[in-house]
């Protein structure tokens, strides 16, 4: 490679249309936006409008005045599933991300013969097509009276496994063996090196984790209708999907029903983008 | 002893997930395929083997066919849509341009919410109602003079159908493939970039000789993962019109023929083809990932 030579930045050959790229580059980009932000304006006018001025033919207007009347008509009806889903995925994801932290040390600091060919054999678990588990899961999980929440969280935590040992992994990697060594030297063993250099280490790891497993429980609706089966433990997509999945539902209540559905995993994005965005970039493996 | 005081520890730590893995991936997977070599139909769990007649039925069964000619347009035009979209955003918001991280957070945000929350709000705008009921997208299209792109959207014929909930499914997941693009371009070292800058190479054919070979991996994975979804799409379609032959896909017909219609072992024989499909993509994917990883 050549040496490396600073040319100060008005000797660079420069196209004289540089000037315009740029201007059209951000044009494209606005038009862009405004298409990607369609689906959210339509839900945002929409779910704001007083009910007495909902009709097809004003979709696209403006509410003439603001009003959470439909809010108020579609949350009993979201309610319930609203605090199921909390009350699962919540948990489920900490438990994930706390086995995976396990997982992600071991396969990556203490690697006994053979470790990348468990980790393979785990990392395959997050590709497959749920519908091919489901009718065992289904038998295993109503045999065992866990067709509910339990039941649900059950689920989040064992098939989130392989992502948040995914993440992990690639956390512990990126931090030297150093840390490891020196604890060992102090005499720590492997779990006491786990929970006492390791964990505290990886707190960004937890987070991304976390983070991820959160939404991906939240999001979920295939386990949902699968294995949950009363009505009083569905979750929020299920709940969801009942009330504003039919053309019956008058499209005001679906566009608020999806609105509220929406806001915790939208919350997180907003908050806590960085995290998200590094779960997101974890699960497409290395590029 | 030496060997188990060295990994005894390390492998007690994995094991409940490991047992978790085996019995709930593997265990079940093998256990599908049991169900689809047998004569299981009706609530009750019924093992009687009878080979493969169930995949040789599948041929047969008009309903199957049509969801997988489905699931094939689909991904083609899902993957491509996407994969076009995506590459366009990044190329767009690379070059450090103000309020990157604006943009960014727009095109990435349909990745956070559910599909069944993206499928409701797409089901409206995509509504084919006529005349005093006609709203979302052909309303828009009527109203500023666009009525040659007036159309049924998902209820059109085959094939255009599914590819009006591409539409939709490209909307939530372009972000995800800039973002990838985005990392890759950015994976690519300045200096390099500037060397060749230094060289008189313009900002275009800087891109087409070093960005560009060096995104392959990244068009790789690209392709793979949106293989995968789209082969797997559940939600968005079930939200958004479940009982519909025309963008019924086989992920679709296996959840009815199972849960709906109780005919467990044709449910249990299109679960095992999915995931033929889904692993012919990804063992070849994780085997590459897990060598360039042993290679660094």
């Known amino acids: 490679m050549s040496a490396r030579v600073d040319v100060p930045r008005d000797l660079r050959i420069r196209s004289r249309w540089a000037p315009h790229v740029t201007t059209l580059r951000y044009l494209a980009l606005f038009a862009l936006v405004c298409l990607f932000l369609i689906p959210v304006y339509v ?35 979201l309610e319930t599933g609203f605090r199921n889903s909390l009350v699962m995925a919540v948990p489920a994801s900490i ?19 053979g470790a990348d060919i468990v980790f393979a054999l785990i990392l395959f ?12 899961l289904r038998q295993v999980l109503s045999d065992a009276g866990l067709t509910n929440l339990t039941g649900l969280a059950l689920v989040h935590i064992i098939y989130g496994l392989p992502i948040t040992t995914l993440i992990f992994r690639s956390y512990f990697a990126s931090i030297s063996d150093e840390l490891i060594d020196a604890s060992q030297v102090d005499g720590a063993g492997m779990l006491r090196t786990f929970a006492y250099v390791a964990v505290p280490i990886a707190l960004p790891a937890f987070a991304v984790s976390i983070i991820w497993q959160f939404t991906q429980a939240w999001n979920d609706f295939l386990f949902g209708i699968v294995v949950v089966t009363r009505a009083t433990h569905w979750p929020v997509t299920v709940a969801l999907n009942n009330t504003a999945g039919s053309q019956v539902v008058p499209y005001h209540e679906a566009m608020a029903a999806a609105a509220l559905a929406s806001i915790p995993t939208l919350l997180v994005y907003v908050l806590m983008g960085r995290f998200f965005m590094r779960g997101l970039m974890a699960g497409a493996l290395k590029g | 002893m030496y060997r188990l005081r060295k990994w005894g520890p390390a492998i007690l730590l994995i094991l409940p997930s490991l047992l978790a893995i085996g019995v709930f991936v593997y265990g079940f997977l093998g ?12 609530l ?8 493969f007649e169930n995949y040789t039925r599948l041929a047969s069964d008009g309903r199957f066919t049509n969801s997988v000619g489905n699931v ?13 979209v995506g590459f366009l955003l990044a190329y767009l918001v690379e070059r450090r341009i103000r309020g990157e991280g604006f943009f960014r957070a727009i095109f ?8 069944i929350a993206v499928a409701i709000i797409w089901r409206w705008l995509m509504s ?18 666009l009525e040659f792109l007036v159309n049924d959207w998902f209820k059109a014929d085959q094939p255009f159908a599914v590819m009006a909930v591409a539409i939709a499914a490209g909307w939530a997941l372009s972000g995800y493939i800039m973002a990838l693009f985005l990392a890759g371009m950015r994976g690519v070292s300045d200096d390099l970039r500037e060397a060749a800058r230094v060289d008189g190479a313009s900002e275009r054919r800087v891109f087409w000789h070093i960005v560009r070979p060096m995104l392959l991996p990244v068009l790789m994975s690209a392709v793979v993962i949106l293989v995968h979804i789209s082969f797997k799409t559940f939600d968005l379609i079930f939200a958004m019109d479940a009982e519909s032959r025309l963008i019924e896909m086989p992920a679709i017909y296996m959840w009815f023929t199972t849960f709906d219609s109780f005919n467990f072992n044709r449910g249990a024989a299109i679960a095992t083809l999915l995931m033929v499909g889904v692993a012919v993509v990804i063992v070849p994917y994780i085997w590459y990932s897990m060598r360039m990883e042993r290679r660094q």
């Open chain 2, 108 to 115: 990435l945000f349909p990745m956070a919410i559910s599909l």
């Open chain 2, 44 to 51: 009750r769990p019924s093992y009687n083997y009878v080979g």
């Open chain 2, 72 to 84: 094939i347009v689909f991904t083609i035009v899902f993957v491509g849509g996407a994969l076009l």
């Open chain 2, 128 to 145: 084919n109602a006529t005349g005093a009921q006609q709203t979302g997208l052909n309303r828009l299209f009527s109203s500023i003079g």
């Open chain 1, 125 to 136: 678990g997050m590709f497959i097509p749920y519908q091919s588990i489901l009718i065992p």
């Open chain 1, 43 to 77: 839900l945002v006018v929409t779910a704001l409008k007083d009910p007495s001025q909902v009709s097809p033919r004003q979709m696209w207007n403006l509410p003439d005045v603001l009003s959470l009347d439909t809010f108020r008509t579609v949350w009993p009806k």
């Open chain 1, 95 to 113: 438990i994930s991300s706390v086995l995976g932290a396990a997982n992600g040390f071991v396969l990556s600091k203490w690697r006994f013969p």
């Open chain 2, 31 to 42: 256990w599908n395929l049991t169900v689809s070599l047998s004569d299981w139909r009706g």
